[in-house]
C-alpha cells in the first residue's frame, strides 16, 4: 500500500517533468491494420492470423466502480495469459494494445464519468492502466468509453487524456521502456447528440495526448428501428448517419486526418420484413431477422448460400445487404470494404480497424482489406 501511495505521489508530482511528445503514428506506407479481440467469445488469440494486422487490441478490461484501479478476475488473468503467451508465437509479430471499458451500456459509463471527474481517481485509474499493461507485456493502452454523455465529461475526458499521455511518457523515461501507445476508440463522429444533448470531443486535447482515434463507423441502424437500414453505409444522401459524414466531423473540427483509423464491421444488423416483396432500403419490419438481429460476416454468407438469398451491392451508400424471405441483412462484403479502405488512404487516414476478430469467414475480409491498404 505504501508503494501505491509513493507511485500516486510521484505522478502527481510529474506536471512538470519536459515531456517530449513524440508520436507514434506507422509510416503512411505500413498504416494502422488492426482488429479488436474480444476476450470473452472464446476465439483463440493463438488463431489470429497477423500477416494482416499491424495491431491487435484486446478487449476488454474494467474498471472497479469504487476504487478505478482495472478489475483483474481470474477469468480476465487467464484470457490475459493466453493472449500474451499467443503473441509470442504469432509471425509476423503485431503490436498490442489493451483496451479499457466497451459498449453495452450499463453502469460502464458512469463509472467512467466519476473517474474522470477527479484528479486523484484518474491517477488511480491511469497509474492501474499502466501496471496492467506492463505486466501482460502490452504495447499500448486503448480507451473505450461509449460515450461521455455531457460537456462536463467531454471536458474531463481531455483532462484524462493530458495526464495519462504526461503519466505513460514519465514511466517510458524512468523505465527505459518504449513509451506506451495511447488510442481511444470514439463516436463516429465528432459531435455526439444520443443519449442526451449535443456535446463535443476535446479535439485540441485528443490531438496533443492521443496517438490516434478508432471511430466506430458502423451500427448506423439495427432491429431497434421499424426499418431496414445499411448500418455501415459510406455514403448516405439523405441523412449524417454515414462514414463519410463521421470522417469528415472529425477532420473539419481539427483532428489530423493521419491520427483517425476509421472503424469497420465483421458484422450486419438483421431485421424481418413486414411485407417480403418490399424488401429495399427503408423497408417495414416488425422485429429482428436470423441471428436474433445480428451475424457475423461468416453467417451472413452461410446464410445467403443456404436460403439462396437475393445479394444486393448499394453503389451510392457503398455497402450490402440481402434478402430472402422476411430475412433482410445490412453488411460489408470484400467490393465494399475495398473500396472503403480506398476511402480511407484518400482522406489520408492513418489505417483502419476491425470489430472483431473471430467474425471473418476464412479471412476473406481482412486479408481484402490489408492487401488493398498495401497495394
Not at 265 to 293: C, E, F, H, K, R
Amino acid at each position: 500500500m505504501a508503494t501505491q501511495r509513493l507511485a500516486l505521489l510521484i505522478f502527481l508530482t510529474i506536471v512538470s517533468f519536459p515531456f517530449d511528445h513524440g508520436e507514434i503514428i506507422p509510416s503512411k506506407s505500413q498504416g494502422v491494420r488492426a482488429a479488436y479481440w474480444p476476450s470473452f467469445t472464446g476465439y483463440p488469440a493463438s488463431a489470429i492470423d497477423t500477416s494482416y494486422f499491424s495491431h491487435v487490441y484486446y478487449a476488454f478490461v474494467l474498471p472497479s466502480p469504487t476504487t478505478y484501479t482495472l478489475e483483474i478476475t481470474p477469468d480476465d488473468v487467464e484470457n490475459l495469459l493466453d493472449f500474451t503467451n499467443a503473441t509470442s508465437r504469432w509471425n509476423p509479430s503485431a503490436k498490442t494494445v489493451l483496451s479499457v471499458g466497451g459498449g453495452g451500456g450499463g453502469t460502464l459509463p458512469g463509472i467512467f464519468s466519476q473517474m474522470a471527474s477527479d484528479h486523484y481517481s484518474r491517477a488511480t485509474f491511469i497509474n492501474s492502466t499502466i501496471e496492467v499493461a506492463r505486466d501482460y507485456k502490452f504495447d499500448g493502452i486503448d480507451l473505450d468509453w461509449e460515450f461521455p454523455s455531457n460537456d462536463t465529461d467531454m471536458t474531463n475526458l481531455g483532462l484524462l487524456f493530458r495526464e495519462w499521455r504526461e503519466a505513460i511518457e514519465y514511466e517510458a523515461n524512468v523505465t527505459g521502456r518504449p513509451r506506451l501507445i495511447l488510442t481511444s476508440a470514439v463516436y463516429y463522429a465528432s459531435n455526439v447528440s444520443l443519449n442526451g444533448g449535443p456535446r463535443s470531443y476535446p479535439i485540441e486535447a485528443i490531438t496533443e495526448y492521443v496517438d490516434w482515434i478508432n471511430p466506430m463507423c458502423f451500427g448506423y441502424h439495427g432491429s431497434w428501428e421499424n426499418f431496414t437500414g445499411l448500418h455501415s453505409a459510406l455514403y448516405d444522401p439523405n441523412t449524417n448517419l454515414s462514414t463519410d459524414f463521421g470522417i469528415g466531423s472529425w477532420i473539419r473540427a481539427g483532428m489530423p486526418p493521419n491520427k483517425i483509423v476509421m472503424g469497420l464491421p465483421l458484422y450486419g444488423p438483421t431485421w424481418s420484413l413486414a411485407d417480403p416483396n418490399v424488401n429495399t432500403v427503408g423497408a417495414q419490419t416488425i422485429g429482428t431477422g436470423p441471428g436474433s438481429g445480428l451475424l457475423v460476416y461468416s453467417d451472413v454468407i452461410n446464410f445467403n448460400e443456404e436460403n439462396n438469398s437475393t445479394v444486393v451491392f448499394d453503389n451510392n451508400m457503398v455497402s450490402y445487404y440481402s434478402y430472402s424471405g422476411d430475412s433482410w441483412v445490412s453488411y460489408d462484403d470484400v467490393r465494399s470494404i475495398e473500396l472503403k479502405v480506398r476511402y480511407a488512404q484518400n482522406r489520408s487516414l492513418g489505417g483502419y480497424f476491425f470489430w472483431a476478430l473471430g467474425q471473418d469467414l476464412d479471412w476473406t475480409i481482412s486479408s481484402a482489406a490489408s492487401e488493398a491498404w498495401l497495394n
